[in-house]
């Protein structure tokens, strides 16, 4: 069954960007669902300024969200989807021309673009070319419901929750989310409980197992061990009792028992570096549980960000882990644009500007079309590493990082 959506909004206009990437960051870790971002500004500046901002949401958050600007041309919603965000609201009132929504729905998918509209507007009457309408200053009751089911599209919910009751409009028929601002610096998660207790269906952790079919020791705790979400790194082995398991399935934060202090104890609350929680699951013996979190900070009390940093002993081998390989490569060619290395070749690529590397990299393209003619694959497995060694040369001189691409090609699934 499809849940319902909780959409914190924020609105981005005359906001520092610092603090539209602390609330975002917020929302996120408390349990929202997704974002919705927007700034309706007409101004070039102020658009330009908000797409920064964006981006920066974009690497701090890992939930997805929505954008909402001016689009003044097809190019506007490009920019839009580049700062990598989910879906593009575009506002109907303020819309040049109806051609530009179906441009955008034909490039980037119904599903992909958004109309925002006022509950005044006889929305249900017009043949709007997306899967979701976003619906604003609504009053709830009977006239609204009918309209909804009349215009048979999905529905959001953009309110501040002052009149209106979220678990009312929740329950209205194609309402497939509410956007608010009303719940900035409170538990998402808890209002998802209450929530799921009136019958709604909301994306909450739950366990698939009852920890009374876990295998625990004579003490009723189990091993714990937690990875990084992104990258698997083993970060730490802790122990969690019945209570700190349904703490951590009720907050969204790892909630650990603590053998040496007799108490529960929540990773972070002390330090701020907290482990939010993306994943739990059971090894086959139900005697041990992996947890996959977003760390912040460090996990390891030394301040290392593992727990895991000590060698002990070690054969030599190759890791050919490509998303390891490019990192390293790429952590190397930054190393290189921030320290200088006398006789580098990276570093002449860097001195001599974007020029040079855009001209490298077309010549290196140029080479994997004309190796892949030949029937041995050798020289074009050689072609192909030269162009993402210059690719990523590229990616250094524009700011940009493979999490960024990685993120893009994620959101194109």
């Given at each position: 069954?499809a849940?319902k959506?909780i959409?914190?909004?924020?609105n ?8 539209i990437?602390?609330?975002a960051?917020?929302?996120?870790f408390a ?6 971002l927007?700034?309706y ?10 797409l920064?901002?964006?981006?920066e949401?974009g ?17 506007d ?12 609201v575009?506002?109907?009132?303020i ?9 955008a ?5 119904s ?9 005044e ?5 017009i043949a709007?070319?997306?899967d979701?309408?976003?619906i ?12 909804i089911?009349a215009?048979?599209k999905?529905?959001?919910?953009r ?8 678990e ?17 610096n ?8 209450q ?6 269906e ?14 625990t ?8 061990i937690?990875?990084?979400?992104r ?6 082995l802790?122990?969690m009792?019945?209570?700190s398991?349904?703490a951590t399935?009720?907050t969204?934060k ?8 007799q108490k529960?104890?929540?990773?972070g ?5 907290f482990q ?5 699951t059971?090894?086959?013996d ?5 947890a996959?979190v ?6 390891c ?16 081998y190759n890791?050919?882990?490509p ?20 006789g580098?070749y990276?570093n002449y690529?860097?001195t ?8 490298k990299?077309?010549?290196?393209a ?9 029937p041995?694959?050798?020289?074009l ?5 030269d162009f993402l ?6 990616m250094a001189?524009?700011g ?14």
């Amino acid at each position: 069954m499809a849940y319902k959506k909780i959409i914190p909004f924020i609105n981005g206009e005359n906001e520092m960007a610092a603090n539209i990437v602390r609330m975002a960051e917020e929302y996120c870790f408390a349990g929202a669902d997704e974002i919705f971002l927007y700034n309706y500004s007409k101004l070039e500046s102020e658009r330009e300024e908000f797409l920064a901002t964006l981006k920066e949401v974009g690497r701090k958050i890992d939930i997805p969200f929505l954008v909402g600007m001016y689009t003044g041309r097809f190019e506007d919603v490009k920019k839009a989807f580049y700062t990598g965000a989910d879906r593009v609201v575009i506002k109907y009132e303020i819309c040049p021309s109806e051609s530009l929504i179906k441009e955008a729905v034909g490039r980037f998918g119904s599903d992909k673009i958004l109309i925002e509209v006022d509950e005044e507007l006889p929305f249900e009457r017009i043949a709007f070319p997306v899967d979701t309408l976003l619906i604003k200053h609504v009053d709830a009751g009977v006239p609204l419901e009918m309209k909804i089911q009349a215009c048979r599209k999905q529905i959001l919910i953009r309110d501040s929750l002052l009149r209106n009751d979220l678990e009312e409009l929740l329950k209205l028929p194609n309402v497939s989310g509410v956007s608010t601002n009303y719940f900035e610096n409170r538990d998402l998660f808890k209002i998802k409980r209450q929530m799921k207790e009136a019958g709604i269906e909301m994306n909450t952790f739950e366990s698939a197992i009852p920890f009374s079919e876990f295998k625990t020791d004579e003490k009723g705790l189990v091993p714990c061990i937690v990875q990084d979400y992104r990258t698997s790194q083993v970060l730490q082995l802790a122990y969690m009792n019945e209570e700190s398991y349904q703490a951590t399935c009720a907050t969204g934060k790892m909630t650990y028992y603590s053998r040496s202090r007799q108490k529960l104890w929540c990773k972070g609350e002390t330090s701020g570096h907290f482990q939010y929680v993306k994943e739990l699951t059971l090894d086959c013996d139900n005697d041990t549980i992996l947890a996959k979190v977003h760390q912040v900070g460090a996990a390891c009390h030394t301040g290392a960000y593992s727990c895991f940093f000590r060698e002990l002993a070690k054969m030599e081998y190759n890791d050919t882990n490509p998303l390891t390989i490019l990192e390293e490569d790429f952590k190397t060619i930054l190393e290189r644009k921030q320290n200088p290395k006398e006789g580098s070749y990276t570093n002449y690529l860097f001195t001599k500007g974007i020029d040079k590397i855009l001209k490298k990299c077309g010549e290196e393209a140029s080479e994997i079309i004309i190796a892949a003619k030949n029937p041995d694959a050798e020289e074009l497995k050689y072609e192909i590493a030269d162009f993402l060694y210059h690719m990523m040369v590229l990616m250094a001189e524009c700011g940009l990082t493979w999490e960024d691409v990685i993120k893009e090609l994620a959101n194109r699934r």
